[in-house]
């Protein structure tokens, strides 16, 4: 069973910044795309980042210039550093990952994390 498993989340003002981390475990062959969502209360879950296995990285408009996504070395895990953190950011943040658990790389499952909050304050 895979686990995607996040932290570093957290309270902090506005113009400070926070360092998301999510690591995925469990019985897998390989992982493809892995991002990071945001649900702020009353609204729907948005996209903030994603970075595929080999490629460029996406971000949200709301969020360019601001934050960065990264992977490790051992590409199973993501990293979402946050700068510059403004009210509007405050939600509940999810990793997710597309996930082969076998060697048919063809079939692909999306795994989500449990969420971390985020409370920026003005």
């Known amino acids: 069973q895979v686990q995607l498993v996040e932290s570093g989340g957290g309270l902090v003002q506005a113009g400070g910044s926070l360092r998301l981390s999510c690591a995925a475990s469990?019985?897998?062959?390989?992982?493809?795309?892995m991002g990071w969502y945001r649900q702020a209360p009353g609204k729907q879950r948005e996209l903030v980042a994603t970075?595929?296995?080999?490629?460029?990285?996406n971000y949200a408009d709301s969020v360019k210039g601001r934050f960065t996504i990264s992977r490790g070395n051992a590409a199973n895990s993501v990293y979402l550093q946050m700068n510059n953190l403004k009210p509007e950011d405050t939600a509940v943040y999810y990793c997710?990952?597309?996930?082969?658990?076998?060697?048919?790389?063809?079939?692909?499952?999306?795994?989500w994390g449990q969420g971390t909050q985020v409370t920026v304050s003005s």
């Open positions: 997710n990952a597309d996930i082969a658990t076998t060697q048919d790389i063809s079939v692909i499952r999306r795994y």
């Open positions: 469990g019985s897998y062959f390989r992982i493809n795309h």
């Open positions: 970075i595929p296995r080999g490629g460029s990285t």
